[in-house]
């Protein structure tokens, strides 16, 4: 028996940050981050909705990126002593996904970060409060899945928290905030959008209701990322519609080892992270490759190409198709080929900002973390250690995957 899980209302079009009006409830608490929503006017207009619709409204402000475990403990503690019945997180990725840990923290105050980790492991939620999703980023999706992503900063890993308990009963999809994201945002995120729906779509956990979801998602991203990247407001409207249908793809089917490998190195190096979204645009080529030589994997890489109508005879050249389009769309996005020219803001760089005697003396642990991270298990093709710390060298020099 599987399972399908989506928010149980879904807002989405331009101005539809005005459903917040329509919410009933006593108390609501708005988790936000850096400054974008309020420096361009949504956080005001989003209080504004929940008190007309009758509500006490108290705010969050300042999550960070990656947000962090002490993040999420403080955050709750705000909740435990306010009391909201209504949790609302808006922005990017990662005030969604800290204020899902907070919700988490706040209706079990005693359950532990370790606890919250464990795989499909959440007690039922919903005791204290509902929680509402706002996207202002067109790739997480973390609006409409069953997903949150904390870092340990004294491990220096990013921890996934998977239960379908933290999947929002309404997400807001208004593309009106998505449009003043600056173009490296745009890039970035578009990319983890097109990892998110590739990976669900050659997913073990794949399945008839999350494929037309993926390819659809894939079909509209192929069409409208570089255009939106290039500053065509169509098409940024359309891609905030896109990575959600990515989005709902994956928190059904999951993914893969590109996450695996995104989440423990995000977080390890000592001079700065490897943005999320670039991450993944570096090593989806990569693992495309080392998949393929699962016939199965092959086949659906193959159905990505003919669905793209990129051209192509065999499985394998198609396979061969999908690798060259996603390098030169990482080029069209500025985007590096590999960790080596990773430079500061995910940009390409000579020299970049993971030394290589670093990235040696940590192959072997950051190896052995993404086999263990929940996005392995769904893989099509299960990596070693050895296997996995060869693939992780092949990300890091932009050397060809041949085994």
């Known amino acids: 028996m599987a399972r399908f899980t989506l928010p149980r209302d879904l807002y989405h079009g331009k101005g539809s940050l005005e459903a917040l009006k329509n919410f009933t409830g006593k ?9 974008s929503m309020k420096r ?122 998977a239960d379908f308990e ?33 990976e669900a779509y050659v997913s073990t956990a794949n399945c008839n209701y999350t494929d037309p979801l993926a390819i659809w998602a894939i079909k509209m991203i192929e069409t409208d990322l570089v255009k939106s990247y290039n500053g065509d407001m169509d098409s940024r409207n359309k891609m905030h519609d896109a990575q959600c249908l990515a989005g709902m793809a994956f928190s059904n089917a999951l993914l893969g080892i590109v996450h695996s490998m995104a989440h423990k190195t995000g977080a390890v190096f000592k001079n700065g ?67 080596k020219n990773y430079g500061e803001g995910g940009v390409p760089a000579e020299t970049g900002i993971v030394p290589e005697d670093e990235f040696l003396e940590k192959l072997p642990s950051i190896a052995a973390n993404a086999l263990l991270d929940a996005c392995t298990g769904s893989n099509p093709r299960q990596p070693s250690q050895e296997e996995m710390e060869k693939l992780l060298k092949c990300c890091y020099y932009d050397t060809d995957v041949d085994f």
């Open 27 to 35: 108390k609501a608490i708005i988790c936000v981050g850096g400054g």
């Open 40 to 161: 361009n006017g949504f956080l005001d207009k989003a209080v504004n909705y929940l008190k007309e619709a009758g509500m006490e409204v108290e705010l969050f402000e300042g999550i960070e990126p990656d947000p962090s475990v002490e993040t999420v403990m403080r955050g709750a503690e705000v909740m435990q002593k306010f009391g909201p019945d209504w949790i609302v997180a808006m922005g990017g990725g990662s005030p969604i996904d800290a204020a899902k840990a907070m919700w988490i923290k706040y209706e079990y105050p005693d359950i532990t970060f370790e606890d919250m980790c464990k795989v499909f492991g959440i007690p039922p939620l919903r005791k204290k409060a509902r929680f509402c999703a706002i996207s202002s980023t067109s790739g997480t999706a973390t609006e409409v899945t069953a997903f949150s992503i904390i870092t340990d900063y004294e491990k220096g890993i990013k921890y996934p928290i």
């Open 273 to 339: 992270h490897i943005i999320h979204g670039a991450a993944n645009a570096m090593y989806l080529p990569k693992v495309i490759k080392f998949n393929s030589k699962d016939e199965t994997a092959k086949k659906r890489y193959g159905e990505i190409v003919d669905y793209m109508g990129l051209g192509g005879n065999t499985d394998d050249e198609k396979t061969d198709i999908l690798i060259n389009y996603l390098r030169k769309m990482n080029d069209d996005l500025n985007i590096p080929h590999c960790i």
């Open 166 to 198: 933290i999947t929002p009963d309404v997400a807001i999809v208004d593309s009106g905030l998505a449009e003043t994201m600056p173009v490296h945002l745009v890039a970035h995120t578009g990319m983890d959008a097109m990892t998110h729906a590739i």
